[in-house]
């Protein structure tokens, strides 16, 4: 893996453990060698894990619609900033980008983020590892909702392993690395 993209809240959440969780994770790409690919924004959780890798020389790509931009919410000191034409570039191209997935704390367009990846997964479309980092439960209903539309026939359960599931940022990087080797 080279770079891993990070979905997550262009909020910081009500909890102090998101942003804490969020420049953690920063850090630990740095040290494994880990470039960042994410939405593009200097706000939330976004800015955080930005700001992370960047104070500590890691390499961050930021991808984001035109329309973000003209609102301000670029981060114009990253390694680099791709201006695209809407959402749906935005995530085909940071797709394209990354070798990996882990989605942090955050709402909708988090959300719909993470389980585009794990749809395109379930599609064929990419072998690439999912992870989600649960911070202090946060993704706890989701795994709930999950094993009931498995109980319910909705998915089916060998679906299940598409994403991985930790409370811990080292231990969801060894698992995505060796996922990433054994899919590859």
Not at 67 to 73: C, I
Not at 113 to 130: D, S
């Amino acid at each position: 893996m080279r770079r891993i993209c990070i979905f997550c809240g262009s909020q910081v959440g009500t909890n102090g453990l998101y942003r804490q969780a969020a420049t953690a994770l920063g850090q630990l790409l740095v040290r494994h060698g880990y470039g960042l690919v994410y939405g593009g924004g200097h706000v939330g959780l976004m800015g955080v894990i930005a700001d992370a890798v960047l104070e500590h020389g890691g390499e961050v790509i930021g991808v984001i619609p035109e329309s973000m931009v003209a609102r301000e919410l670029a981060h114009l000191g990253l390694t680099q900033l791709q201006v695209v034409p809407g959402m749906h570039a935005r995530k085909a191209r940071m797709a394209e980008l990354a070798d990996a997935f882990i989605a942090l704390p955050g709402g909708y367009g988090t959300f719909e983020e993470l389980f585009e990846v794990i749809t395109w997964a379930q599609l064929g479309m990419h072998r690439k590892p999912i992870g989600l980092l649960n911070v202090a439960g946060y993704f706890n209903a989701l795994k709930a909702l999950v094993d009931q539309a498995i109980a319910e026939g909705f998915i089916r359960a060998e679906h299940w392993h598409l994403f991985t599931i930790a409370d811990d940022a080292n231990t969801l990087l060894e698992i995505l690395s060796l996922k990433e080797i054994h899919e590859t």
